[in-house]
């Protein structure tokens, strides 16, 4: 297997050329997908990532595939019907969203300017008002959410020129981290956040497994790059 389809380099990641704001084309700016079990350095690759300047990852959030059976069907014209205000209500009051710290007006704007013809389009609009947000509005964007190893597949159909980073770690380092997580006390804040901790090593096996296999069966499936 290539380097290039095993390991996603910066080159890799950056080799594409992003158009204007508002001239949204998923053809050449296809986004990028960060999966992996829970504690295995996701979070660390986001922030190094999110570093250049032509890349962008914003905080998790699972809208994308929970939204999807709403707005599955949307089309260019919904862009100037009430529509539009409901799918970014919607988004708004998804689990985690508020941790990008966008406002709503931005994402209007977003979408009025794109006017997206299809839900994979929609979404982008969203990702790229956060883009704006972080002063890289031309930069590729991309996703990171542990969540997202079950729903692979989906996405993948959504996007079919994206690429995916899949981080494998060493399972038994991931139950130590995740051991020593549950001796924690999370307060009120950390506690919408906070991981799952399975009870025994022997959960945590079959889930490190049942996650791994259905990362690799959504690749598999899409013939995707990653």
């Given at each position: 297997m290539s380097p290039d389809k095993r390991y996603l380099t910066s080159t890799a990641i950056t080799g594409y050329s992003c158009p204007e704001r508002g001239q949204l084309n998923l053809t050449t700016c296809s986004p990028f997908f960060v999966v992996g079990y829970q504690r295995s350095g996701t979070s660390l690759i986001r922030e190094e990532v999110s570093a250049h300047p032509q890349l962008c990852i914003p905080p998790e959030s699972s809208f994308m595939s929970w939204l999807l059976p709403e707005f599955y069907d949307w089309r260019v014209d919904d862009v100037f019907s009430k529509r539009r205000s409901q799918f970014i209500d919607a988004v708004f009051g998804a689990r985690k969203f508020n941790l990008w710290s966008l406002d709503a007006n931005s994402v209007h704007q977003q979408i009025l300017q794109?006017?997206?013809?299809?839900y994979a389009?929609?979404?982008?609009?969203?990702y790229q008002a956060y883009c704006g947000k972080t002063g890289k509005p031309q930069a590729r964007w991309g996703d990171k959410n542990n969540v997202h190893g079950f729903q692979l597949s989906d996405i993948l159909s959504l996007f079919p020129a994206a690429r995916t980073v899949w981080v494998i770690r060493d399972p038994r380092d991931i139950w130590a981290s995740l051991t020593s997580l549950s001796e924690l006390n999370s307060n009120a804040l950390e506690a919408d956040i906070f991981p799952s901790v399975p009870e025994t090593a022997g959960d945590f096996a079959r889930q490190w497994v049942e996650y791994n296999s259905a990362v690799s069966l959504a690749l598999s499936a899409n013939s995707a790059p990653f």
């Open positions: 794109s006017q997206p013809h299809a389009e929609l979404v982008a609009c969203v």
